[in-house]
């Protein structure tokens, strides 16, 4: 088996914002020689499939601003420090669509972009669901929508839902969802 392992011999810290930081790592490559890796620090995320006793599934659309278009999304958002995943993903839920639930199932943890970026998200299921009040963050401005389990996962396989951690997530919680219902 071929040493893939990279050691780090210097990192420094190029930008450091309010999101995400920024360093230019030296890494020393296994053959010996050493290399430039930039890497992006960043709070780990969560994402929630909602799904109501109709089969609908909770979606959000908002502004984003590097792509210059509003973006549909599961409901998501980063870990707040220490936070424990679980109270993350109940919080977001709350905060982005107003819905609490009575079930939450975690499909685990993944990584968003190991190419360049640290960061992590968990992934989960909500169900039996009670509606209520959106409480969104200062300066987050979301619209609220509900589309069936099965357009929602046409719209992932055919790449109209754009954003890749909701489409991971749709087709995830499709699968598991089919199984539990054959059980």
């Not at 430039?36 to 609908?56: F, N, P």
């Not at 190991?114 to 299921?125: K, Q």
């Not at 357009?151 to 539990?180: P, V, W």
Request: charged share 35%; net charge negative.
């Amino acid at each position: 088996m071929v040493k893939t392992e990279e050691k780090t011999l210097e990192s420094e810290l190029i930008y450091d914002g309010k999101i995400l930081k920024l360093f230019r790592d030296t890494a020393e490559l296994p053959d010996g020689r050493s290399a430039i890796r930039e890497v992006v620090r960043k709070a780990d995320g969560v994402c929630i499939a909602a799904v109501d006793a109709e089969g609908r599934i909770a979606f959000v659309s908002q502004f984003r601003y590097p792509y210059g278009e509003d973006v549909l999304e599961l409901p998501a958002g980063k870990i707040d420090g220490d936070e424990d995943p679980d109270h993350a993903a109940l919080r977001e839920l709350k905060e982005e669509t107003g819905v609490e639930c009575g079930k939450l199932i975690s499909l685990g943890c993944g990584m968003s972009s190991p190419g360049f970026c640290d960061e992590s998200l968990w992934l989960y299921i909500a169900a039996d669901l009670r509606k209520g009040e959106a409480v969104p963050d200062e300066g987050e401005f979301l619209n609220l929508s509900w589309i069936s389990l099965e357009k929602a996962e046409e719209m992932a396989l055919t790449g109209e839902i754009k954003d890749l951690k909701s489409r991971m997530l749709i087709l995830a919680a499709a699968a598991y969802l089919r199984k539990e219902a054959e059980q």
